[in-house]
């Protein structure tokens, strides 16, 4: 079933990020890919995550279609112009990819490339305003088009705000949905208690939320990110865990399978798995938990 599917019917839907290659070989990502096709709803390419140059999200994207695989392709403001964009936008659509995230994109400071300079032509508002004005048969600068696309639209939300913060974030994300966000993903998340006083705002009659599932490969990685990223908890008594398990990185991916049946058990739409380079590893993570 298509993702659009999935949400028109409330079906949950599993997500999984799938980095593209360095390079031009891409026979890793199209393997790893395969091996959870039957699992997996629809692949979310990032468009160069963290300002690393990568193969970009449209060629990955159209790869793995043209191998029966749905994808999400993502649409960064950083690093094209208006025309660009929408360039892109048309491309992918000619070329079968139906989903699109509209995202900002991290600073070119935090990448390889860092005498690269950031475009941000457009904000994230105006591009997916942008998105639905092509929706609507003409560009940017309303010229009409010779056929129109009809994308399914995710961006992101940050549930895990502090409540100071709350309002205004409910307020960004209701001008995302205005502007013709259908789905937002969240950041990683490990205890659902945690984004209560966001999910006391939603009415997910309307809103699809997807939490990232994020894999954790160290005990060393999960006291890094409970400790400098903001919005991100993960429970001492999971720490613990991990620290105590022999094979601890089996207990992480046993930890991940286990967040991605409980999200579904809880009504979310579904949920996107990010396991950052470790996508050999989505066979462990969706197996032996009754995913469909």
């Known amino acids: 079933m298509h993702l659009k599917n999935k949400f028109d019917v409330g079906e949950f839907a599993i997500l999984a990020e799938l980095e593209p290659p360095k390079g031009v070989d891409i026979s890793m990502m199209v393997n790893n890919a395969t091996r959870v096709k039957g699992a997996v709803d629809a692949f979310v390419v990032p468009e160069m995550s963290n300002a690393v140059m990568r193969m970009s999200s449209l060629g990955a994207a159209m790869i793995l279609q043209k191998k029966g695989m749905e994808t999400v392709m993502q649409v960064c403001c950083r690093d094209r112009n208006r025309i660009a964009l929408q360039a892109d936008l ?44 092509l929706q609507n048969g003409r560009d940017m600068a309303g010229v009409e088009l010779s056929g129109a696309p009809q994308f399914v639209i995710g961006s992101t939300v940050n549930s895990g705000v502090q409540v100071e913060d709350l309002e205004q974030e409910l307020a960004q994300m209701n001008k995302k949905f205005e502007a013709g966000a259908q789905f937002f993903i969240t950041p990683p998340l490990f205890d ?85 380079g470790w996508e050999n590893r989505l066979p462990e993570i969706l197996g032996g938990f009754g995913i469909e």
Not at 90 to 109: K, R
Not at 242 to 248: E, G, R, T, V, W
Request: charged share 20%; with cysteine.
């Open 90 to 133: 048309l491309a992918a659509y000619g070329c079968g990819i139906t989903n699109v995230m509209a995202v900002t994109g991290e600073d070119p400071s935090f990448g390889d490339h860092h005498q690269a300079k950031a475009v941000y032509d457009i904000d994230l508002f105006e591009l997916l305003q942008a998105i639905q004005t």
């Open 192 to 276: 659902i208690a945690t984004i209560e006083p966001f999910l006391k705002h939603i009415d997910h009659r309307k809103v699809n939320l997807i939490p990232t599932v994020l894999l954790l490969k160290s005990i060393g990685m999960a006291r890094y990110i409970d400790r400098n990223l903001d919005h991100v908890h993960i429970p001492g008594n999971l720490i613990k865990r991990i620290q105590k398990a022999p094979d601890k990185v089996r207990e992480c991916i046993q930890i991940a399978g286990e967040m991605v049946v409980k999200l579904k058990a809880e009504g979310f739409s579904g949920v996107m798995i990010s396991t950052i």
